[in-house]
């Protein structure tokens, strides 16, 4: 287990890394893409590494957020395919009770990675308001000492909905989704603003 202390940089990264995500997700995608390679990378490795205090942890840490960073920059097209195929997933996952099958599981997810690449302006939005939504969530709460966000800032994100079942996480769930809906609304908003002054919507950010 990572110590406590550990988690505070982490949540910090969060918190911003979900607001960017949230509200300048389509106009910022590669560096959104970044950030949460980075944050990925980070987590992955504070859950792994012995000693993630030490300075070879620390050098660690940074180095597998960086090749999360590069990764998620290099496979664009890919991570948004994949976007699509994660939220498809998801809301089988919430319709389904128990654990769905993988077919419908592979199926679904092709489909929604196909959905994404077709209409990519609006699954970008709605992707990454909701991501960012959760992962800023997740940031603020864990800044404020919260457990359950303390402990997915730390790499076990088990404990928190859509990971966990909703009994009982209604008021995360509730703020998840009333963050998500007003980032979708703003990034929506400035889209079709920018659209209407330059003629077209404006490109993610290469």
Same mark, same amino acid.
Not at 14 to 39: E, H, K, N, Q
Not at 93 to 120: C, F, H, N, Q, Y
């Given at each position: 287990?990572?110590? #406590?202390?550990?988690?505070?940089?982490?949540?910090?990264? $969060? %918190?911003?890394?979900?607001?960017?995500?949230?509200? =300048?997700?389509?106009?910022?995608?590669?560096?959104?893409?970044?950030?949460?390679?980075?944050?990925?990378?980070?987590?992955? +490795?504070?859950?792994?590494?012995?000693?993630?205090?030490?300075?070879? /942890?620390? $050098?660690?840490?940074?180095?597998?957020?960086?090749?999360?960073?590069?990764? !998620?920059?290099? *496979?664009?097209?890919?991570?948004? &395919?994949?976007?699509?195929a994660g939220l498809a997933v998801f =809301?089988?996952? =919430? %319709?389904?009770? /128990?654990?769905?099958?993988?077919?419908?599981?592979?199926?679904?997810?092709? #489909?929604? #990675?196909?959905?994404?690449?077709?209409?990519?302006?609006?699954?970008?939005?709605? &992707?990454?308001?909701?991501v960012g939504a959760w992962t800023a969530?997740?940031?603020? *709460? !864990? $800044?404020? &000492?919260? &457990?359950?966000?303390?402990?997915?800032?730390?790499?076990?994100?088990? /404990?928190?909905?859509?990971?966990?079942?909703?009994? /009982?996480?209604?008021?995360?769930? =509730?703020?998840?989704?009333?963050? #998500?809906?007003?980032?979708?609304?703003?990034?929506?908003? +400035?889209? !079709?603003?920018?659209?209407?002054?330059?003629?077209?919507?404006?490109?993610?950010?290469?």
């Open positions: 287990m990572p110590p #406590a202390t550990v988690h505070m940089p982490v949540a910090s990264i $969060l %918190l911003g890394g979900g607001l960017l995500a949230c509200f =300048l997700g389509y106009r910022l995608m590669r560096a959104v893409l970044a950030v949460g390679g980075f944050v990925a990378g980070v987590v992955l +490795a504070i859950g792994t590494v012995a000693d993630p205090q030490s300075v070879l /942890g620390v $050098l660690l840490v940074i180095a597998s957020g960086a090749a999360g960073a590069l990764v !998620a920059v290099v *496979l664009y097209l890919s991570t948004v &395919g994949l976007v699509g =809301l089988v996952g =919430l %319709l389904v009770d /128990g654990d769905p099958p993988i077919w419908l599981l592979l199926v679904t997810g092709a #489909a929604g #990675a196909l959905a994404t690449l077709l209409v990519r302006r609006e699954v970008i939005i709605v &992707g990454t308001s909701f969530l997740v940031g603020g *709460l !864990a $800044l404020a &000492g919260h &457990g359950l966000a303390v402990a997915a800032a730390t790499g076990d994100v088990a /404990g928190l909905f859509p990971f966990a079942p909703l009994d /009982g996480q209604f008021g995360f769930a =509730l703020g998840w989704a009333a963050l #998500a809906a007003l980032a979708v609304a703003v990034q929506f908003l +400035a889209t !079709a603003r920018s659209s209407d002054e330059g003629g077209r919507s404006p490109a993610p950010e290469k």
